[in-house]
């Protein structure tokens, strides 16, 4: 899916005796036009820690347009989270880098 990417955040540590990593991708996206709302909204998506290298090469000067993959991740009790497994930026700067 094409996304509006604004920036990225990696959070990494310990809570509890428990270990995480993940990285946070914030986005802007079109909502779902009806009588009580309009526009656009800012959403969070979590990533893969792997996406960390590859986010660091993007320049966050403006939104950027990427295409971002995603796979459902089980929570536990037939719950799942879309995950960021991959992203690539399509923005004009982009290409001529």
Same mark, same amino acid.
């Given at each position: ?22 990285? !946070?991708?914030? %986005?802007?996206?079109?909502? $779902?036009?009806?009588? &009580?709302?309009? @526009? ?22 403006? !939104?950027?347009? %990427?295409?971002?993959?995603? $796979?459902?991740?089980? &929570?536990?009790? @037939? ?19």
């Amino acid at each position: 899916m094409r996304l509006n990417v604004t920036g990225w955040k990696h959070s990494k540590g310990n809570f509890e005796g428990r270990d995480y990593d993940y990285v !946070v991708i914030y %986005c802007v996206t079109k909502m $779902e036009q009806k009588d &009580t709302q309009r @526009g656009a909204a800012g959403i969070e998506m979590r990533g893969e820690p792997q996406l960390v290298e590859k986010l660091k090469k993007m320049e966050f000067n403006s !939104v950027l347009s %990427c295409e971002v993959e995603t $796979e459902p991740r089980a &929570t536990g009790k @037939g719950q799942f989270v879309e995950t960021v497994v991959n992203i690539t930026n399509l923005s004009p700067q982009a290409k001529a880098a």
